[in-house]
DNA sequence: AAAATAATTGACAGAAATAGTCGGGTATGA
DNA sequence: TCATACCCGACTATTTCTGTCAATTATTTT
């Protein structure tokens, strides 16, 4: 059972764009750099994103990219979803869509219910949620310092 | 996000396991013809299913294996644990286990949460209940037939 | 208009994990 | 002693993941 890197530089990278908020674009070298994220391959991942309306593109000098939303209304399975293509790619599935199995089999509904809690608990978290509690660590930070 | 078929063959054979008891052990060969799994891959996911104590393996002609406890003392996250590796490989630990990313990082807690939410969940099946589910799907079976 | 910036796209490659195979070995009951 | 069935390690193929490269297109600034 993984998540895949793919979410997990999403995630953090949508969360580094919604911090630093001065309604500006920011770019994704930007980003890239204080993540420490591979250039190219964020590229790949903000495609997807926009394809998927999480984010919009602004070309040319001082662009960059920007949430196409307010980051409480971007939800973390929404962001999963569009950054792998299939969550919980299935089972005894045949391509068909069939069940394999010799047997009858029961085992479907466990995972079936598993991919439920899964999108239920991602479901219920906002970006906004997220990058909250990202500010609030940096301010723990600056304090502890 | 995806669970291995390793997860899903071991769970599958260990219901088929269950499900058929006279108390006689049952070899793995008839599980692999009734499941439609690969003989010998099913070995491999066994060997890990005794070491880890899920079941016993009786050797010779009518050997095979049967559960090493009542079914209902098998939780779904042991089978799962047993026959993978790791469970959740997360995040942007590094190898160290020190957190990889620029700036303070409340993904993590993210991840960690979704993690207990599936540690929860396969904790609360047991093999006995799945088992049961399933022999409620066969009876239907010949029922509509 | 030209230059500079930055997104866009597709092809490609290396590494790792997964899935599955093969062949020989060992214990045991009939 | 023979057939059965587990035991084990090495090997291979395939897929997925992760990341790189190069060329292109669009936009703004000068």
């Known amino acids: ?3 895949s890197t793919k979410a997990q530089y999403a995630v953090r990278a ?6 630093d908020n001065g309604g500006l674009p920011i770019s994704i070298k930007v980003i890239s750099e204080r993540e420490n994220i591979s250039l190219n391959y964020l ?29 409480a209304d ?11 293509e299939a ?25 079936h219910g598993l991919g439920q809690q899964i999108k239920n608990f991602l479901t219920s978290i906002t970006l906004e949620e997220l990058t909250n509690d990202c500010r609030r ?3 723990n930070q600056v304090v502890n310092s």
């Open 1 to 3: 059972m993984r998540m």
């Open 14 to 19: 949508l969360v580094s764009l919604n911090l």
């Open 43 to 71: 590229e790949q991942l903000f495609v997807k994103l926009r394809r998927g309306g999480i984010v919009n593109s602004i070309r040319g000098p001082g662009g960059g990219y920007v949430l196409a939303r307010p980051a």
């Open 74 to 84: 971007i939800r973390m399975d929404q962001i999963v979803d569009t950054v792998e």
């Open 87 to 111: 969550m919980m790619p299935l089972s005894c599935m045949n391509t068909d869509g069939s069940c394999g199995c010799g047997t009858a089999c029961a085992t479907q509904l466990v995972w």
């Open 137 to 139: 660590q940096l301010k």
